[in-house]
Every structure is written in C-alpha cells, then in structure tokens.
C-alpha cells in the first residue's frame, strides 16, 4: 500500500488539483453564504463535469465545494440571521446575536476556525477509524435510532431556558409541519387538505429559509418603514448616515483568549459531529443542534447562549462541520452513502467507473490516497482563503438593511426556486416566512421547530419500524443497549438540569 | 466552471449546428427547433436514473440538433415533474425520464389529471430486475429456505423494500399473493437504509437492484437469493430468477423517455432515432459501461407494447391487494 503514496501524493499536490480544489473552496464558501443555495446543488450541478475531468481533480473541485459550502452556511447565519444551509441553523442562534452586538467578524472568525478544526478532526477519523466506526455505525437500527432522535429532541427543546413549554410546543409544531404528505409506511396522503402538491410534503430549505430568513426580513422591513415615519414625523434625526453606520472594524477583532475560551465547545462539537456523522441518515443539522445543547450544558458561560455566545457559535459550527468527513465512511465501509453529500460522492464515483464500497481503496489505491490528501489540505486552504474573504463578509453584513435586504430577499426566493426547480417552495417559503414572523412576535423560539421539523421524518420512520420489526410490542423500544443508554442520558440530564442548576439562579 | 462547461456545450452545438448547414438533408428533416431539449427525472440528483439520463444528455446532442439538460424535480413525489412536462408545449422539447412508479402506480393510485393513455413512450433504456438479498451469515440463503422458513412461521420474517408501492416492494406483494406467503414488510427511505438495516442485522430480507449489490455479492459480503425476471441478470450471474425456482413471478422495471401524446409522430420518431443512434456511439457505450448503467435501448413500438403491459400488470396487482378498485 506505501508505494502508492509517494504517486497520491503527487497526483494530490500537483498544480492542476490544487487549483480546482481553490476553485471548488471559494465556490463553495459563496454559494453557501447566499441562503438557499448548499454545497450539494452545487455539487449536484457539476457532477457531470466527473466526466470531463481527472479523477483527482474533480474530487478535489467537489470536496473544495462541499468544504466551503460547509463554512459559507454559516456567513450568511451570521451575518443576515439566514442559515445559508440546512447545517448551519444552530449557528444562526448564537452567531447573529453576536452580529447585532456589533461583532459580526468575531463570530465569523470563530465559526471559521471551529469548522475547520471539526472537519480536520472528522477527515483523520475517516482515514484512520472508518471500519471500526463503521460497524459501530451499522450496529444503529431502527430503535437506537429512534432514542438517539428522541435525545435530541428533548435535549434541544425541553432545555430552553425558561421557555421549557414553548421550546416543547414549537418542537411539536415542527413535527406536525414535517408529517404533511405522504406516510412513508402506508403511501396514504396526510394533513394535505386536498392540495396535490403537497403530497410530496414540505421541503426544508425553503422552511428553513422561510422561519429564520423571511420572518427576519419582514420584521427588519417593518422596523425600516416605521423608523421612516419616524424621521419625517420629527426632522431631528440625522439625514446622511454612512452606509456602513456606525461599525467599528478594528474593535471587532478576535482575541487569541477569546479563541482558546471557545476551544472546549469546538471539541465538543467535532465529537458530535464526527459520531453523529458516521451514522447513515442522521444529518448535519441534527449534529450541530446536539452539539450546541451539550456545549450549553456543559459551558460555563451558559447564559451567554443565546445571546450571542462565541461557544455557541463554536458548538453549532464545529458540529456541522465535523460531519463532513465521517459522512463518508458508511460510503466507505460498506457503500451506503449515509447522507446526500455522501450519495453525490458515490454517484461522481460510479460516473468515473469506480463502485463505492470496502473495495474501493484497493481497487483505486492511488485515487483515493490523494482524496484522503485532499480532504485534508482542503480545509488549510479553506482557512487561507476564507480568512482572506471574511473582512469582506462582515463588512458585508453591516451593510445598512434598506439596502441589504431587498437583495437577501431575492437571493434567498432564487435560491429556493433553484434549490427544487418548483414554484410551490417559493411559496412555502413566503408561507413559513409569515409564520416566522407571528412565532417571533410571541416570543417562541424558532430552534426547536427547526430541529422538530428536520428529526421527524426520520424519527417516524425508525418508531415505526421499530414497532413493526417488534410487531408492535412498545418494549421493543428499550430491546437495546444502545437506546437505554441514551434514555438513562436524556433523564439524567433533563433532571439534572431543571432540579439543580436552576437554583442557582 | 459551470460556465465554462456551458459555454463549451454551446460551441459544440454552434459546430454541430453549422456542420448540419452542410448537410441539408439532416438539418431539413429535424422537426425540433434550436432551443434546448430538457430530459425531466421526478428523482433527486444522483440516482440511477439521473446518472443514466446523463449519458444520454452527454451524447444526443450531436445527433439530435439541440442541447440537452437533464432537469431534476423531486417535489410532490415526483408528480411535479410528470406535471411539468404534462403541461409543456407538445413539440418534443420537454419529456419525462421516469420507471414505472411515477407514471403507472401513480396513474392508478393519485388524484391525477391525466390517464395512462395520455403518454406515448419515445424509448426504453433499460430493465431493472429487482433481486431478493440478505448478508451470507443469515440462515436464509436461498428461495427455498426462505419459502421454508415462512411456511413454518408465517409473517416472522422483517423485509425491507424502501417506498411503498414501488419497484422493489410490488414484486414482493406479487410474490406473496401467488404464493400465500406472509412477511412483515418494513418500508425504508431507500437502497441506502434497506441495506445497512440488513448488514446490520436489524432485518431479514431486502429488495434492490442488481448493480448497487452486484460487487458484494461478488465479494462474498452479500447474497443474491433471487430475481423476479425471465432471465438471470448479465451482473448477477450465478443468481437464479424466481421463475427457476418454480414460481412464476416477474415484475421488472425499466427507465422510459415518456412525451405527451399530442406530440407529434414524426418528432417522436425523430428523438427515437437520434436517440438510439445516440447510444449506440462507441462514447456513449464505453460510457455506460463505466457506470453499469446496462443500456440495452428500445424502439418506441417496444417500449410502448412493455409500457401497456406493466400498467396491465401493476392494475392488477394493485386490484388484488385492494389498492384501487
């Protein structure tokens, strides 16, 4: 296997690759920044080009794409309060907190060091770890699956801080919202009141974009109109304001202390994330929400969260993209692709002639030696180049809203049409942004509606087979190790958590 | 590099286009116009059927006129996309690439506004044989232990058969109806889950189709047990069908270029000639064989005889189980 290394090594370093791999990169970190649009369109869009391309250098364009699809999310997340990705909703939490309190590049710069730390981390856990994760992996079936969503649930909404009952309402509302559609297990159409488009249910990005994004737009716009009425009302405000406003970059500056005061959370996050990655169908999203509910339990700062905390930022961001490499490894292991990023992976192995599976590595040794390479100095030059960009970005987001705003709302109506080529999404989109706009109104936070939304397809469908599997005997549900322990986890911190931290307040 | 892609697709058309300037016979008897042709799958990107329109979109170009974009539209089940080219302009520039279950069960089983009449096949580029599997350490390991098994304890056995009513669950329903065997029939989100259930010792049985299993199965880390076709597939070679071991059992799908039926006959006769031409290209075979994609291309007179006789075949199974009446 070694004499393969020194040729991966050139294949993976030679002047060609790296430049697609930059390419791929500042595509991604783009792409991902406008709301709507991901990484895995882009990828999807140019999965093709495998045809066209040397092995080497179009996994190295796809793998730049996805990586900076990965961090680009969390610009926009922080920047206009839109996760520009699925993954990246639990960075919008903390990261546009932070913006408004006028820190945007602080929030950013930490969002980028944690992403790369977690998908560094992820990417030597799937070169090194793939098999025995994946067998632990596969050892996941319906009811450990079922608990592990459960966890989450619970673990996000139930530990809102003082809002239990609200974060319990909207996780459910969100449940309710993903159960529009078809039934997975009986093909019988539900809550879709006679409207045939909505069989096929509702897709997330346009009620990911809708609740965060939409909601925030209407409310900046309204704010904006009000302010005018204001100003012509009394002509004592200032006329001409900068275009920038009052923004000062030099202040906002990440510290080195701030930095290593963040540090705990990342690795919490590149924990969960590269775990919760390896499992076929859990998801970026689900990692990142987990990763932050955990580092807030076990911050200590964790009233900062919320409010703009750096950690949440760290958790949320170093979560999502800790899944990035061990997402590949089911594809790896066994040749189940575990994700939709993994499923486009294997379809651009399939177009270059290369079938996804254990045999993989020694069929085309020196292919995947160099992606194993390329996975890993993809993110120094994500680093490189983003660093570069992010002064940019974040002067971007202190943009004044009049101006901002129309343009995220197009970009953000564009990018859901393109996102499934239907009209329907960019009326859900408005639907949920309408719906974003009465939930923030009364307070109700928007996290564990999001979360509900993204865990119940699949926590129904593992509750279901789990019962059919156990011909519908309810103690099937604790038949595993697995699954106990993660109740046992889940009661112990809830009581935990609700009994004797809250007397400390 | 979109771009770049894009615009060297146009110079190819703009060369394609002025060598047919030449060639006036070509040019004069295309009954398509110069915008580009867009191939509709009702699937996500990645699937087997994108990758297979694909080769198609990759190489027609130079024998059909236009370009060729291959257009995904997953929403509504699918149904999004069979709308969309419903209600295309029938010239031939917009067709449906779909298996059976969008366009036949869905005929059936949807509120549709369209009936099964209102599609005319253009041409058929494969058949995919759905194949009964398990992991080599289960005690199931052929038809007739499995037959054996649920005869001695009915409705025991956990299948996995990805969607409900699809391609690799009706040949189950079939199976069962002709044999009066019972399973418990445990739906997945597809091929993916369906298969780490099985490797992971969570279910029995599963159904999928031969390529995604065919170098496992090779490897000795998955089983083959059967096939429901008329004959063993070219990848699965030492698999027997179920009609080998004496149940008569067949229920292939296949992957179908659909237009509406008032496109007219001389354009459906265009597009099925330059696309069979299309595919029978050395580029378009050595594609197809990088991505076991097994394109064997039927005439739009065959395809049609094998469309009218699945949707026969799926009423009927779909009748028996109640489904519809």
Not at chain 1, 81 to 108: C, F, H
Not at chain 1, 276 to 297: D, H
Not at chain 2, 290 to 298: D, K, S, T, W, Y
Request: charged letters at 15%; hydrophobic letters at 50%; glycine letters at 10%.
């Amino acid at each position: 296997m070694l004499e393969s290394f020194i040729p991966a090594l050139m294949l993976a370093f030679s002047p060609e690759v790296i430049l697609y791999v930059a390419i791929g990169v500042f595509m991604g970190v783009t792409l991902g920044a406008i709301p709507g649009l991901s990484g895995d369109m882009a990828i999807a869009i140019l999965l093709p080009i495998v045809f066209f391309l040397e092995p080497a250098a179009a996994l190295g364009l796809l793998t730049g794409i996805y990586k900076g699809g990965m961090f680009g999310g969390s610009i926009s997340a922080i920047s206009f309060g839109v996760p520009g990705t699925p993954g990246s909703a639990a960075t919008a939490i903390d990261g546009y907190q932070a913006k408004l309190k006028g820190t945007p590049n602080k929030a950013l710069m930490t969002a980028l060091y944690s992403s790369v730390i977690g998908d560094s981390t992820s990417d030597l856990v799937l070169i090194f770890l793939a098999l025995p994760l994946a067998i632990v992996a596969l050892t996941f079936g319906p009811v450990e699956f079922f608990a592990l969503y459960a966890f989450s649930l619970l673990l996000i909404s139930a530990l809102t801080k003082g809002k239990v009952a609200k974060g319990v309402a909207m996780a459910a509302l969100g449940v309710l919202l993903a159960m529009i559609g078809r039934d997975p297990m009986g093909g019988t159409l539900r809550l879709t009141f006679g409207i045939p488009e909505l069989a096929g249910g509702l897709a997330l990005i346009p009620v990911l974009v809708g609740i965060f994004a939409v909601s925030e737009l209407i409310i900046q716009l309204s704010k904006a109109w009000m302010e005018r009425a204001e100003r012509i009302m009394d002509d004592t405000r200032q006329r001409a304001q900068s275009l920038l406003g009052d923004y000062d970059a030099s202040k906002d500056k990440l510290t080195f202390s701030e930095f290593r005061f963040t540090l705990k959370a990342t690795w919490i996050g590149t924990t969960m994330g590269t775990l919760i990655g390896a499992l076929p169908g859990a998801g970026s999203s689900l990692a990142a929400f987990i990763s932050y509910g955990l580092a807030q339990r076990f911050s200590r700062k964790g009233d900062e969260f919320g409010k703009g905390s750096l950690e949440g930022v760290a958790a949320a961001e170093a979560g999502n993209s800790a899944t990035s490499g061990s997402t590949l490894i089911p594809l790896f292991a066994f040749g189940i692709p575990g994700s939709a990023t993994a499923a486009l992976f294997g379809a651009a192995f399939i177009l270059m002639g290369m079938t996804p599976g254990p045999r993989l590595i020694y069929d085309h040794t020196e292919v995947i030696y160099a992606l194993f390479l390329i996975l890993i100095y993809a993110n120094f030059i994500n680093l490189f180049l983003s660093q570069f960009l992010l002064p940019f970005y974040s002067k971007i987001a202190m943009i004044q809203s009049r101006i901002l705003l129309p343009i995220v709302c197009v970009l953000a109506i564009l990018g859901t049409f393109a996102a499934g080529n239907s009209v329907i999404d960019v009326w859900v989109l408005l639907f949920a942004g309408f719906l974003g706009v009465v939930l923030r109104m009364f307070n109700f936070p928007l996290a564990p509606l999001i979360l509900g939304f993204i865990v119940a397809p699949g926590a129904e469908r593992a509750l279901r087979q789990s019962l059919l599997i156990g011909r519908g005997d309810w103690m099937h549900l604790l038949s595993s190790p697995i699954a106990i322990g993660l109740y046992t986890v889940a009661a112990i911190m809830i009581l935990t958590f609700t009994l004797v931290l809250r007397d400390k307040k | 590099m979109f771009h770049k892609m894009t615009n060297s697709n146009k110079v190819a058309v703009t060369v394609v286009a002025s060598m047919m300037a030449f060639a006036p016979g070509v040019a004069a008897a295309s009954p398509l116009s110069n915008d580009p042709i867009r191939l509709v799958i009702p699937f996500g990107p990645g699937g087997g059927s994108d990758i297979t329109a694909r080769v198609l979109s990759a190489t027609a170009p130079e024998f059909c006129g236009p370009r060729i974009d291959v257009v995904s539209m997953s929403g509504a089940a699918g149904l999004e996309a069979v709308n969309f080219v419903r209600n295309a302009e029938p010239n031939g520039h917009t067709l449906l690439v779909t298996d059976y279950g969008p366009i036949v069960t869905s005929g059936f089983v949807d509120d549709v506004d369209w009936s099964h009449d209102d599609w005319q096949p253009v041409m058929n580029f494969t058949e995919w044989l759905p194949t009964v599997y398990t992991r080599p350490d289960h005690p199931i390991q052929t038809i007739d232990d499995w037959v054996t098994a649920a005869t001695e304890e009915p409705a025991t056995i956990t299948f996995g058969h990805a969607s409900p009513l699809g391609l690799v669950h009706l040949p189950l329903i079939l199976f069962e109806s002709v044999t009066g065997l019972e399973n418990i029939h445990v739906p997945t989100s597809g091929g993916g889950e369906t298969r780490s259930l099985i490797m992971g010792g969570h279910i029995d049985l599963g159904m999928t189709l031969p390529p995604s299993i065919a170098s496992e199965v090779a490897a000795g880390e998955l089983t083959a047990l059967g096939i429901f076709s008329e004959e063993r597939s070219p990848v699965l070679p030492d698999t027997p069908t179920f009609r080998e071991a004496g149940y008569d059992v067949v229920l292939p799908a296949w992957l179908m270029i659909f237009a509406t039926s008032d496109v007219p006959s001389e354009t459906v006769e265009h597009l099925q000639d330059c696309f069979m031409e299309a595919l029978a290209s050395p580029t378009a075979v050595a594609m197809s064989d990088r991505v076991n994609a097994g394109i064997e291309p039927l005439n739009a007179a065959d395809s049609t005889r094998l469309y009218q006789n699945t949707v026969e075949n799926i009423g009927n199974i779909l009748r028996d189980i109640g489904e519809i009446d």
